[in-house]
């Protein structure tokens, strides 16, 4: 009887011993897919998945996160660690003034250009320039505030911002829609990070 008791006592330590850790479960975890499919089989360990990105306001915890690598995994107490995805985004902002080719004839858009440009070379400040003749209806005195993407402004836009250094002042044609923007350059180019972590209690 005891050395039954024994045996059994032996199989059920091993069976507790066998159960893979917090950890080694992590490393089988290579998408955000499968990172919800644990969340979804493990409510004990309270997972969750953190959408992080670097800023100011980031905690402590946040800025070791951001500094990890996509697959690297780390405990902090009793809570574990993977990173999910990582990816670096460039944000760009510049300053516009906006022509419109539909209501105005070339020999006008070019004459502008030349007025604007003469007057930003003599000192008159981009923000007068883009209140005085942007014909978009722009309230933010021409600041495109940081942006990424083709979502706000044309890809022309974009790729021609992305070229040019702070400080620059150069033409953006988008001949297709007759849209034509006077830009400058008003900031270098902010490299921003941004990761998708998976979150557990336990090692």
Same mark, same amino acid.
């Given at each position: 009887m005891k050395n039954s008791l024994a045996a059994l006592f032996l199989l059920f330590s091993a069976s507790i011993f066998a159960q893979p850790t917090v950890n080694e479960k992590f490393q089988k975890i290579l998408t955000v897919e499968q990172a919800q499919q644990f969340i979804?089989?493990? =409510? !004990?360990? *309270? =997972?969750?998945?953190l959408n992080l990105s670097a800023g100011k306001d980031s905690t402590l915890i946040d800025k070791r996160l951001l500094r990890q690598k996509k697959g690297d995994i780390f405990s902090v107490g009793y809570v574990t660690y993977k990173v999910i995805e990582a990816k670096d985004t460039v944000d760009f902002r510049a300053s516009y003034i906006f022509l419109d080719g539909s209501s105005l004839s070339k020999s006008e858009i070019d004459s502008l250009k030349k007025t604007i440009l003469q007057k930003a070379s003599a000192g008159t400040s981009f923000a007068e320039l883009s209140d005085q003749y942007t014909m978009d209806g722009n309230k933010t005195r021409g600041d495109? @505030?940081?942006?990424? +993407? #083709?979502?706000?402004? =044309?890809? !022309?836009?974009? @790729?021609? %911002? #992305?070229?040019? *250094?702070? +400080? !620059? %002042?150069?033409? %953006?044609d988008v001949s297709d829609k007759q849209w034509h923007y006077i830009v400058k350059k008003t900031h270098n @180019? /902010?490299?921003? *990070? @941004? $990761? $998708? %972590?998976?979150?557990?209690? +336990? /090692?």
């Open positions: 979804t089989a493990n =409510p !004990e360990l *309270k =997972p969750a998945l495109t @505030d940081w942006f990424f +993407g #083709e979502y706000m402004f =044309p890809k !022309e836009f974009q @790729d021609a %911002v #992305e070229k040019h *250094k702070q +400080g !620059e %002042v150069f033409f %953006v @180019d /902010r490299v921003k *990070k @941004d $990761i $998708i %972590v998976l979150r557990a209690n +336990g /090692r």
